[in-house]
C-alpha cells in the first residue's frame, strides 16, 4: 500500500473487487482439486453448496450432514448432497447388509453363544477380576435394570433396588427367598472357600 493510501478507507464496491479478485484459482493458496484436508474440502463446499430445507434422499427431516455421493472429493458440487444422518449411513454402506432386515430367533441364539463363548474365554482370570473389581460400587442407569427385572425375580416379588429409595419395600421377612430355610454345611463351606479366594485375589491385584 502505498503512503498516499495511508489512513484512507476502501469504499464496499473496492472490496468486494478486491475479494472477488483473489477468489478459487486467483488466490496463491489455491489447491486446485489437492487438498489433502476433509474438513477443509467440507467447509469449502458448505460454502458453496446451498443447504436443503430437508433431505436430499428421503425428502422428509431436515439434513445433518453434507456427504459425498459419487466417492469422487473434488471441488464439483455435484459430487455433494445434503443427507440426514440415517439416509447418510445407508449411503455410505455403514448400516450394512441386514439394514431393514431381522435375524431369526435361530441366529439369534448363535450369535449370543458365540459371544458369551468369546467373552469367557478370551478374557483371562486377571482381566475378569479387574472389570469386576471396577463395576463394585457403580449403580447401574435405570434403563439396565429395567431390562434386567424380568429375568432377575419372580412375578410378583418386589425388585431389590426399591430397598434403597422405599425401606419399607426391604427383602426383609418372608420377602427374603432365604426366609425359613437354612444353608447346608456344604454350602456354607462352599461360600466361605469362595470369599477366601476372592480376598486373596484382590491382594494380589
Known amino acids: ?53 430437508l433431505c ?13 455421493t459419487t466417492g469422487k472429493y473434488t471441488r464439483d458440487l455435484s459430487n455433494w448432497a445434503y443427507y440426514c444422518r440415517k ?12 439394514y431393514g432386515k431381522k435375524h431369526t430367533e435361530q441366529t439369534k441364539k448363535k450369535i449370543r453363544d458365540s459371544s458369551l463363548y468369546i467373552i469367557h474365554h478370551s478374557m483371562s482370570e486377571e482381566t475378569k477380576m479387574k472389570i469386576a473389581l471396577s463395576k ?39 420377602r427374603n427367598p432365604m426366609y425359613g430355610k437354612k444353608h447346608s454345611d456344604e454350602t456354607r463351606r462352599k461360600m466361605s472357600e469362595s470369599h477366601k479366594n476372592r480376598h486373596s485375589r484382590t491382594k494380589r491385584l
Request: hydrophobic share 30%; with cysteine.
Open 87 to 98: 439416509c447418510h449411513m445407508i449411503s455410505d454402506g455403514r448400516l450394512g447388509f441386514m
Open 56 to 68: 436430499d434422499m428421503c425428502h422428509n427431516i431436515p439434513p445433518y450432514d453434507l456427504a459425498n
Open 136 to 174: 463394585i460400587g457403580k449403580p447401574r442407569p435405570d434403563y439396565v435394570r429395567e431390562k434386567m427385572a424380568p429375568t432377575q425375580f419372580k412375578k410378583g416379588n418386589i425388585p431389590w433396588n426399591t430397598s434403597k429409595s422405599s425401606p419399607e419395600f426391604a427383602l426383609k421377612g418372608e
Open 1 to 53: 500500500m502505498s503512503l498516499a493510501q495511508l489512513g484512507k478507507k476502501r469504499s464496499k464496491e473496492s472490496r468486494e473487487r478486491y475479494r472477488l479478485s483473489k477468489l478459487g484459482k486467483n488466490n496463491p493458496m489455491w489447491k486446485d482439486d489437492n487438498i489433502k484436508s476433509m474438513t477443509a474440502l467440507h467447509a469449502w463446499v458448505r460454502s458453496r453448496l446451498q443447504e436443503p430445507s
